[in-house]
């Protein structure tokens, strides 16, 4: 079993800046890669930023310069720093992970998705 849960959403005026945290738990043996998505009311479910295990990342044009994905291995922990927020960052933010978890006496990849943090963005 394999929980990941967000937390660090809120409620922030435009140009302030937001924390959020996925953490992942339970019978890992590896964290691979991690996504940032963000959902905002009618509209589709969009990438923000991606780490991947060798620490590379990636970042969607909207939030190049601002945001800032980042990750702790030895705690299971990512993070997405989020500085200059604009209004039009509002959206439920979801942490999606790719991990290695045992099956048995081997390894497999799976993949798992937060609940979800609210973040909105006062103007």
């Known amino acids: 079993q394999v929980q990941v849960v967000e937390s660090g959403g809120g409620l922030v005026q435009a140009g302030g800046s937001l924390r959020l945290s996925c953490a992942v738990s339970g019978s890992i043996f590896r964290l691979n890669r991690m996504d940032w998505f963000r959902q905002a009311p009618g509209a589709q479910r969009e990438l923000v930023a991606t780490?991947?295990?060798?620490?590379?990342?990636s970042y969607a044009d909207s939030v190049k310069g601002r945001f800032t994905i980042s990750r702790e291995n030895a705690k299971n922990m990512g993070y997405l720093q989020m500085n200059s927020l604009k209004p039009e960052d509002t959206a439920v933010y979801s942490c999606?992970?790719?991990?290695?978890?045992?099956?048995?006496?081997?390894?497999?990849?799976?993949?798992?998705w937060g609940q979800g943090t609210q973040v909105t963005v006062s103007s």
């Open positions: 999606n992970v790719n991990v290695m978890v045992w099956l048995g006496s081997r390894t497999v990849p799976s993949t798992y």
């Open positions: 780490i991947a295990s060798d620490g590379s990342t």
